[in-house]
């Protein structure tokens, strides 16, 4: 499991610096916001983190636009009908966060690196918007939530 949440990290990581080479406007902003919240003068901590605002839109949607894990799978937990199908109890769902991330009727231009989509929403990594699931089907299967 170790190995699966570090090369899962490595690749976000990886991922969203490959944006910022594309964007460089981008990167300017993230390196003013460092300078006005943390100074530049010493190492970012935890307790800075709430303050970065835009350096989480970024990673928010570095996150969304290049997912690690494509698919993901949760169990049904009652008896249900989902668009006409009836889905039993027990039964294996496999979830398409691919193309939930890149749905074009839920974001505009979901193909472009856009990190002020984030401006003003409330939508979290931690898997309470379906929208947005980074972390698979949240904290019961992500060790990283």
Same mark, same amino acid.
């Given at each position: +499991?170790?190995?699966?949440? *570090?090369?899962? @990290?490595?690749?976000?990581?990886?991922? *969203?610096?490959?944006?910022?080479?594309?964007?460089?406007?981008? +990167?300017? #902003?993230?390196?003013?916001?460092?300078?006005?919240?943390?100074?530049?003068?010493?190492?970012?901590?935890? %307790?800075?983190?709430?303050?970065? #605002?835009?350096?989480? +839109?970024?990673? #928010?949607? $570095?996150?969304?636009?290049? @997912?690690?894990?494509?698919?993901?799978?949760?169990?049904?937990?009652?008896?249900?009908?989902?668009? $006409?199908?009836? =889905?039993?109890?027990?039964?294996? *769902?496999?979830?398409?966060?691919?193309? *939930?991330?890149?749905?074009?009727?839920?974001? %505009?231009?979901?193909?472009?690196?856009?990190?002020?989509?984030?401006?003003?929403?409330? =939508?979290?990594?931690?898997?309470?918007?379906?929208?947005?699931?980074?972390? %698979?089907? $949240?904290?019961? %299967?992500?060790?990283?939530?």
């Amino acid at each position: +499991m170790l190995v699966v949440a *570090i090369n899962t @990290s490595a690749t976000t990581v990886d991922w *969203i610096l490959t944006e910022l080479l594309r964007h460089p406007h981008v +990167m300017k #902003k993230i390196h003013k916001e460092l300078e006005q919240v943390v100074d530049l003068e010493r190492v970012v901590e935890e %307790s800075d983190l709430e303050s970065l #605002k835009y350096l989480d +839109m970024v990673v #928010k949607e $570095g996150m969304r636009l290049h @997912s690690v894990l494509p698919l993901s799978q949760c169990e049904a937990m009652e008896d249900c009908v989902v668009d $006409g199908f009836r =889905i039993r109890k027990g039964s294996r *769902i496999t979830i398409n966060n691919y193309a *939930i991330q890149r749905d074009p009727n839920v974001w %505009s231009e979901p193909e472009k690196f856009l990190p002020e989509r984030f401006v003003g929403s409330n =939508i979290d990594v931690r898997g309470r918007n379906f929208q947005f699931l980074p972390f %698979s089907a $949240g904290r019961r %299967s992500c060790p990283a939530v």
